[in-house]
């Protein structure tokens, strides 16, 4: 049985285990989809991703994104997850950023100091949500409609609905109720009192993902999108830095930062599993 070179990272994190894990399989190119989602299904991770040689041109690698029930056009912890392993291998950029071909596009990542980060993606869409949406959100939620400061889609590639708490507190005792929305990905903020909460943070964030996976540790493409619509907005300062994973226990921080049009979003990456898959 041919085998694969194959890395768990942690993403978010530069402390092993208390990040978002991701596992990585190089050279997947000649893996069928049924293949890649039956792996997916079997690492059990919010995502598994597929290094393969870039169809692009203009890109320096190729990567297909899986959860365990279907392929992601983009994700933000697997961009960074996988742009490690593929510097961790030896390669090099043909230009001065790495450029990631995926679902979405080409997606552009730099090196942030001892960080990754990637230039977040336009969104697919935004605006108001729907008012019977949003009332369906509030009551899967648990909430009152006044604890929620403001709301907007926030697509780009999963299908964010993002809800903005008053406190951080609110956001940790949130308990979402499955059944009442089933399927609907929903992504909590709350700004960070200084005065009252302990945290190096501006800024809390949550992510309830569809039906299987409760709650995903620290999510990039969801702060990307929060990014775009909190700065554009002017609800949060061009540079701030996000925690999220403390509910579960974890220790995410995501690095938000604007530079002319762009909003980059950045985080440390450790290598936790260097071995093979047998495929």
């Not at 293949?35 to 290094?51: D, G, V």
Request: aromatic share 6%.
């Amino acid at each position: 049985m041919p085998q694969l070179k194959f890395r768990q990272v942690d993403v978010f994190s530069a402390v092993p285990f208390r990040g978002n894990p991701l596992a990585v399989v190089v050279g997947a190119d000649d893996l069928a989809d049924t293949q890649m989602q039956r792996i997916a299904n079997w690492t059990n991770l919010s995502e598994t991703t597929f290094l393969c040689q870039p169809m692009d041109s203009n890109a320096d690698y190729r990567v297909r994104i899986f959860t365990p029930e279907r392929e992601l056009p983009f994700a933000g912890h697997p961009t960074l997850g996988t742009c490690h392993v593929w510097l961790g291998l030896g390669n090099t950029p043909k230009g001065s950023e790495i450029v990631q071909e995926c679902g979405a596009g080409l997606v552009r990542i730099k090196r942030d100091g001892p960080r990754l980060a990637f230039a977040a993606p336009p969104l697919r869409r935004s605006g108001p949500l729907e008012a019977e949406l949003l009332n369906r959100i509030t009551r899967a939620l648990a909430l009152d409609p006044s604890a929620i400061k403001a709301s907007q889609w926030v697509d780009n590639g999963p299908g964010w609905a993002g809800i903005l708490l008053a406190t951080r507190r609110e956001l940790l005792s949130v308990e979402r109720d499955y059944a009442a929305l089933p399927g609907q990905p929903i992504g909590l903020v709350a700004p960070c009192d200084p005065a009252h909460d302990d945290t190096d943070a501006q800024f809390e964030v949550r992510a309830f993902v569809g039906t299987r996976a409760a709650e995903d540790p620290v999510t990039g493409s969801l702060n990307a999108s929060l990014a775009q619509w909190l700065i554009g907005a002017g609800l949060a300062p061009e540079t701030y830095v996000a925690s999220q994973g403390t509910a579960l226990g974890r220790a995410g921080r995501i690095h938000v930062k604007r530079a002319g049009p762009d909003i980059w979003i950045g985080g440390h990456v450790v290598t936790c599993v260097d071995g093979a898959i047998a495929v």
